[in-house]
């Protein structure tokens, strides 16, 4: 089993940036995929960005493409989104996920199986 947990999160004014990371614990290996999500009340989660845990393959999803890059520091299990320029827009709960089949990175949040307990980000105007 892998432990996912999501900091970094906070208020901050439109135009700024943020880094969250996500800290993995547990065993991940090719060909995992480990992506970003985020949700607002009332509505479902997002596809916000993914990469194969080795690195490559990065896939952004429209709303945020430009702006936001998935990357990971090899020496740690840690994933990082930086998000930059942000947003109210932006404004949500966002999480990190790992789907442990296939190689290639999926938007559909139910193709991942593990999901840490997420981190909110509050953008204002």
């Known amino acids: 089993q892998v432990h996912l947990e999501e900091s970094g999160g906070g208020l901050v004014q439109a135009g700024a940036s943020l880094r969250l990371s996500c800290a993995a614990s547990?065993?991940?290996?090719?060909?995992?995929?480990v992506s970003w999500f985020r949700q607002v009340p009332g509505k479902g989660r997002e596809f916000v960005g993914g990469?194969?845990?080795?690195?490559?393959?990065?896939l952004y999803g429209e709303a945020v493409k430009g702006r936001f890059i998935v990357f990971r520091d090899n020496a740690k299990p840690i994933l990082y989104l930086q998000m930059n320029n942000l947003q109210p827009e932006d404004t949500a709960e966002y999480y990190c996920?790992?789907?442990?089949?296939?190689?290639?990175?999926?938007?559909?949040?139910?193709?991942?199986?593990?999901w840490g307990q997420g981190t909110q980000v509050i953008v204002s105007s």
């Open positions: 996920a790992r789907k442990d089949f296939g190689f290639e990175v999926s938007q559909w949040s139910s193709s991942y199986g593990d």
């Open positions: 990469m194969t845990w080795g690195g490559g393959n990065e």
């Open positions: 547990g065993r991940i290996v090719n060909p995992n995929i």
